[in-house]
């Protein structure tokens, strides 16, 4: 009894030794531990949540961040996507993510845990509310009336200085009424709203309202000043020729709805809305590639950006967030960094030259869902985006005479669920030093002669559960798991799998049998989208076949999730604008056109000068080529002058 005892007094005080060699000196945490740092909540959205939070520590990388959320009110708390690790900096690590699909002007409880087995864990537990929707029609604000030049006032208060004067007095609450005409600019906008008060300037009803600027071929027709906040352009139609974008200025809060378009707009600052309007560039034919006349039809810059239910086409891109020349990865870590929680939903994009979507050079949380596009070089750009997470999920692609999906460059934290493209030369491609930290699940990628050509950098990135066609030309898989230090072909998914572990879930499907609609592959023709029905057939190969996502897919019928946009027997939603697009003044026809799918309305034909450029551009005529020809052409000029002059003076003499 004494010597059990005695070992065991040993065992006791050998383990409490050894405890304290290997413990952290008090008040110095385990670099293994998480520390929390900061906390960022995104700009909230109409449908989506984002946050960020800093952890310091966490040296051996096994931290996790989960997230439940719960209407204000309800009792039972749902799962939703988890903060994921993005990236780090100077020992901080980012951990970043968002709650999809939420409604609109609703108050929610969130719940984060933070988790690590080493130590340092936390909660945090807020309350969220999503964006509140613009009303169609607002009460009890001060009507005040615009008239054309020449026109008599018929109606009261008014501003006697015309529509100038309104964009620089119009205060919160007030409601701008512009009766038909057409109204010359430019126009410079101080006029400032708050978020309960906006300024609103509308059509009166009485006819079609015109804003242009027909000459300043450089200067917008709108353009905001920095204290112009909460503004809303509703119902007019604003035309440019120029290649300048129409609308401009680091602003806050402007909402631009039910217009037509003609020209670009470059959409600064943060929270603004784009929506249910008419877009429409200079290039009246997108298989030509000329890049000045075409223009973009939305470029965004800044934060808390929603542009949904557009119709855009005939530029050179239909939306874009590149050509940041300064973009940054430390933008992450910033609170109010820029290219964070944009939203790009529910348009109709078609007769691009570029990019239909060109999601280049975001940063954080920015959901890219539901779109149509079709007709154009490429379907969805995403290049050098990252450190992520980029939401790509329900967008449906086709007919492009390049790639459906280019994700050329540094890209990263890209999250791609339940997108359906078909495309007739390559489904997708990748470029050094492709892919990192990149999730692809239950999407259908068909292309007629090439498959995916690309491969990842990291092992985070997964393709999986997704659907292919058997390519005729070309290989199924084109891969490089090293960054592009060797590559791979495979002609079969299994081959794929057993080599590289990508596709372990995914199948090759026949696309005859796996849309309900005819499928076609023809790049020489232009599609109607109604003319492609991607929904997938009862019977077909996506059937059942994709894993839960939640908050993506959670609304499922069946077994699983279909693979593809589009859950078995479900409505094809509405893309472009809503009903709520009525133009006052436009007949009834061009209406129509409208809120058709590929209907040509309002594109011009390039002039002289254009098409003379576009010349050059389509033969590859270099600057030196031109220079050589002038000073040929400028010499035969003055061979010929000089002997038209020799000739005169011989005939005098």
Avoid at 5 to 33: C, H, R
Avoid at 96 to 101: R, Y
Avoid at 195 to 209: H, I, L
Wanted: with cysteine; hydrophobic share 40%; aromatic share 10%.
């Amino acid at each position: 009894m004494i010597i059990w005892q005695n070992n065991f007094l040993i065992i006791v005080w050998l383990t409490l030794q050894t405890g304290i060699l290997t413990a952290p000196a008090m008040g110095t945490p385990s670099v293994d531990a998480a520390q929390p740092r900061e906390f960022f909540v995104d700009n909230p959205t109409y449908r989506h949540l984002a946050f960020r939070w800093l952890v310091g520590g966490d040296a051996n990388r096994n931290a996790q961040i989960s997230v439940f959320f719960r209407e204000v009110g309800s009792r039972e708390w749902r799962p939703a996507l988890p903060l994921e690790e993005m990236a780090s900096l100077d020992s901080l690590r980012l951990f970043a993510g968002s709650i999809l699909n939420l409604e609109p002007d609703t108050a929610y409880e969130v719940r984060l845990d933070l988790q690590d087995p080493d130590g340092g864990g936390a909660s945090r537990l807020l309350t969220v509310a999503t964006r509140r929707p613009l009303p169609d029609h607002f009460l009890n604000t001060r009507k005040m009336h615009v008239f054309p030049e020449n026109v008599q006032p018929s109606s009261e208060p008014f501003f006697a200085g015309g529509l100038k004067e309104a964009f620089e007095r119009a205060g919160p609450g007030g409601e701008v009424l512009i009766h038909a005409g057409t109204y010359i600019g430019p126009f410079l906008v101080r006029a400032a709203g708050t978020v309960d008060q906006p300024v609103v300037f509308r059509a009166a009803g009485d006819g079609e309202v015109i804003l242009e600027n027909q000459e300043q071929e450089l200067v917008a027709v709108i353009t905001g000043e920095k204290e112009s906040r909460h503004l809303v352009l509703d119902g007019l139609t604003l035309r440019k020729r120029g290649a300048a974008p129409i609308i401009q200025g680091w602003v806050e809060g402007w909402i631009i709805r039910h217009c037509l378009i003609f020209g670009g707009i470059n959409v600064y600052g943060k929270d603004w809305t784009v929506s249910d309007n008419v877009i429409i560039g200079r290039h009246d034919q997108w298989r030509q590639r000329l890049h000045q006349p075409g223009g973009t039809g939305i470029k965004l810059r800044g934060r808390g950006h929603v542009v949904t239910h557009n119709r855009i086409s005939y530029f050179w891109d239909g939306i874009s967030t590149a050509h940041l020349f300064d973009a940054d990865e430390s933008w992450a870590f910033q609170e109010n960094g820029r290219q964070h929680a944009f939203d790009i939903e529910h348009n109709l994009i078609f007769a691009i030259v570029d990019d239909a979507i060109e999601a280049d050079n975001v940063v954080t949380n920015v959901r890219v869902m539901h779109n149509r596009v079709m007709n154009s070089l490429v379907g969805i750009s995403l290049q050098s985006t990252g450190p992520g997470p980029v939401y790509v999920t329900h967008n449906v692609l086709s007919n492009f005479s390049q790639q459906a999906w280019k994700m050329f460059g540094r890209s990263s934290g890209l999250r791609l669920y339940h997108n359906t493209s078909l495309e007739w030369y390559v489904a997708a491609q990748t470029t050094s030093p492709h892919l990192a930290n990149t999730i692809a699940e239950n999407n259908v990628f068909l292309s007629y002669l090439k498959g995916v050509y690309g491969g990842a950098r990291d092992k985070l990135t997964r393709f999986n559960h997704n659907a292919y066609c058997q390519p005729q030309a070309g290989t199924l898989f084109r891969w490089t798991a090293d960054g592009g230090r060797s590559w791979q072909s495979y002609d079969d998914l299994k081959e794929l799998a057993l080599s590289t572990g990508q596709e372990l879930d995914g199948r090759v499907v026949e696309p005859r049998e796996a849309f309900i609609g005819r499928v076609y592959f023809d790049s020489q023709r232009d599609y109607d989208s109604w003319e492609l029905d991607m929904r997938p057939a009862y019977d077909g190969p996506l059937i059942d076949a994709g894993r839960l996502v939640p908050t993506v897919n959670d609304d499922f019928s069946g077994q699983a999730p279909e693979l593809g946009a589009y859950e078995a027997g479900s409505e094809v939603p509405l893309y472009g604008p809503r009903e709520s697009f009525l133009i006052v003044g436009l007949n009834s026809t061009t209406r129509k056109l409208a809120l058709s799918s590929l209907a040509a309305i309002g594109a011009t034909p390039l002039n002289l000068k254009e098409r003379l450029v576009l010349f050059i551009d389509q033969h590859n005529i270099s600057v030196p080529t031109i220079a050589l020809a002038s000073c040929l052409v400028g010499v035969i000029i003055g061979v010929m002058l000089t002997t038209l002059v020799m000739r005169e003076r011989l005939e005098e003499k």
